[in-house]
């Protein structure tokens, strides 16, 4: 059973940085992506960022590119998210999710999901 578990989050001011962590485990294939989401107080569930194992590809949300960076640990294992320039609207509940099969994007059907970390971006 592939299970995702978030580290990180916490309270920043703005222009600030955190990371969050999601190890990963019970991934038996290679075909897969990994995301992050995050939804904010009242708003709905938007995607981030996304890792696609297959063919490395990076895939980052716009109002993100250029401020958040995915990276991962050797074994691929433990997906990062590097969050700089933090901004008010950055505050949400962050999640990682995976998706598995072809042609994987943000906007895939993401299948397993870990849980929610706050992101509180406030002076």
């Known amino acids: 059973e592939v299970q995702l578990v978030l580290s990180g989050g916490g309270s920043v001011q703005p222009g600030g940085s955190l990371r969050l962590s999601c190890a990963v485990s019970?991934?038996?294939?290679?075909?897969?992506?990994i995301a992050w989401f995050r939804q904010a107080p009242g708003k709905e569930r938007e995607g981030v960022a996304c890792?696609?194992?297959?063919?490395?590809?990076?895939i980052y949300a716009n109002n993100v590119r250029g401020r958040f960076t995915i990276s991962s640990d050797n074994a691929k294992t433990t997906l990062y998210l590097q969050m700089n320039s933090l901004k008010y609207e950055d505050t949400a509940v962050y999640y990682c999710?995976?998706?598995?099969?072809?042609?994987?994007?943000?906007?895939?059907?993401?299948?397993?999901w870990g849980q929610g970390t706050q992101v509180t971006v406030s002076s």
């Open positions: 019970g991934l038996t294939r290679d075909d897969y992506a």
């Open positions: 999710a995976v998706a598995t099969g072809d042609y994987l994007y943000l906007g895939s059907e993401y299948e397993y």
């Open positions: 890792f696609v194992n297959k063919d490395g590809n990076r």
